[in-house]
């Protein structure tokens, strides 16, 4: 059979267009064309434990970071930092590739935690806690002590966005390489911080709270932390000089039983009577106290009890924001934290919503939420597991509630 030149001529031009597509396909893969950051992790897990990782920093364009900052800002207002509609994801990943255009050292107390303040590419600041420390479960006696894990920075956030509460800066994980985004910037208080080994790991010597001094190294001059979005750029975050009467101190002390013998389950006498001292009837909503309370108990966060809350210039209250929550997940189940619900038999009813909606599946919700932070995973199985425990422990709680108050006395709208 003879076949005709034409479609012999057509199926060699096809082949050839085929060919071109093929090339321009590799081509854009060898060069990444989005022209973002990218960090290849080989094996996650492993890394956690063994560093082994392949760092690449590609060129960044085209990416009009001022505009996502701008935006970012102006969705905070008197009742969220975010939505469930603000574009998170966008500014979590800005967040993890916007060029680092300055840094330095941000340590305020020689007692908190290690930490610079990133200025990046739009003008946002940014802090970025260093991970000191490999994840370990943190024994009772240290709850307050000891080294930050700035992972529990992340997974308090990844919470907030889960339950629905939107008053937690964005936080996410990110691994900066020494040589190519923080040394040429850095200042000369953050370079002294710093010692460079022969073989390129990063060291830091720095005294943790309540420990001695210790040396705390990355390998291969990448450093891993959190990075957390500094809503200071935008307004005044100020911190009343109270603490929260069930805070923490106060048990250490001794003075626990004396000062609280009232602190009985569904004891709305002393609560009402709470909530009208300072600063729960001024700068401080009650539901934000128990939005808190939760939030601590969930993940036994003992560094608690510090009201924070965004103000403008004549001290008008705009919004009360959790933060700090580096000294969490301690080996220890202590109800105190759960005080502000079980004694006034209250919470807000979109929070209990939320509790309900995760009560069966917290553990597999927390880890896909968190599955593509670059500090992944950011828990260990055993907190996983009692941080699923308690969620169900707070909803056992308010069922008792509704049975003393009704959903309608239970519920609280600020």
Known sequence: MQVHPYKIFSGIRLLLLLAVLVFFWMICRFWNLDMTIVLDIDDRSSFQSEGRYKYQMHPIINRNYRQIWETCNQTINEESIYKPTTHVEEVIDALRRAK??????????????YKWMLILEGGQQALFKPSLINKTVKASVNCVSGCEHPEYEIAGFALNRLFGLGNMPY???RRVSWDQEIAPVATEALRRSITVREDGDICIVWSCYLEDESTYCFENGVIYG?????????SVVQRTAEKASWHHEYHAMGDFLTKFSSLLFGNRTYCDLFREKEPYG???????????????????NYDGGKHTYIANGNETIHLNILIDYGLSFCNRNDPILLAPIYQCCSIRKNLYKN????????????????????????LLPI?????????NTIITLIEICFKKYGQTGVFVLS
Do not use: C, Q
């Open 100 to 113: 680092i255009v300055k840094v330095d050292l941000y340590s305020p107390s020689e007692f908190t935690a």
């Open 171 to 173: 936080t996410t994980g």
């Open 226 to 234: 959190a990075v957390i979005y500094w809503i200071g750029n935008r």
């Open 282 to 300: 001024d700068k401080v909503s009650f539901g934000y106290i128990l939005d808190m309370a939760a939030i601590d108990f969930l993940m036994l």
């Open 355 to 378: 509790l309900l909606k995760y009560s069966a599946n917290l553990t597999e919700a927390f880890d896909a939420a968190t599955r593509d932070d670059p500090l992944y995973p950011l």
């Open 383 to 391: 907190d996983l597991i009692v941080m699923h425990r308690r969620l």
